[in-house]
């Protein structure tokens, strides 16, 4: 059974920083992209960062200059630096990634973890 397991979330000051990891376990034969994306309540889920095994990465906009998405493919972990947080980025995190599993890919979600940016 393949699982992301995020963990560095909490609540931090306007201004202030975050890191996030995400692990993956279980049994599967390989990783390719892996990302995050945040929802925030009443919004629709978005796209955060992504980060291919080779270290391509995507970023979005609105976070581009402040998070940075890393990845250690030894360890099956990505993680997201957040430096000057902003109350508008207060939301759940998930993990994703796309993992293959008995010659099938799919994708995967973790469970989350909770940002809070106060003013």
């Known amino acids: 059974q393949v699982q992301l397991v995020e963990s560095g979330g909490g609540l931090v000051q306007d201004g202030g920083s975050l890191r996030l990891s995400c692990a993956a376990s279980?049994?599967?034969?390989?990783?390719?992209?892996m990302g995050w994306y945040r929802q925030a309540p009443g919004k629709e889920r978005e796209l955060v960062a992504t980060?291919?095994?080779?270290?391509?990465?995507v970023i979005a906009d609105s976070v581009k200059g402040r998070f940075t998405i890393s990845r250690d493919n030894a360890r099956n972990t990505i993680y997201l630096q957040m430096n000057s947080l902003k109350p508008g980025d207060t939301a759940v995190y998930y993990c994703?990634?796309?993992?293959?599993?008995?010659?099938?890919?799919?994708?995967?979600w973790g469970q989350g973890t909770q940002v809070t940016v106060s003013s």
């Open positions: 994703s990634a796309q993992i293959e599993v008995r010659s099938f890919w799919r994708g995967y």
């Open positions: 279980g049994t599967f034969f390989g990783i390719n992209t």
């Open positions: 980060i291919s095994i080779g270290g391509s990465t």
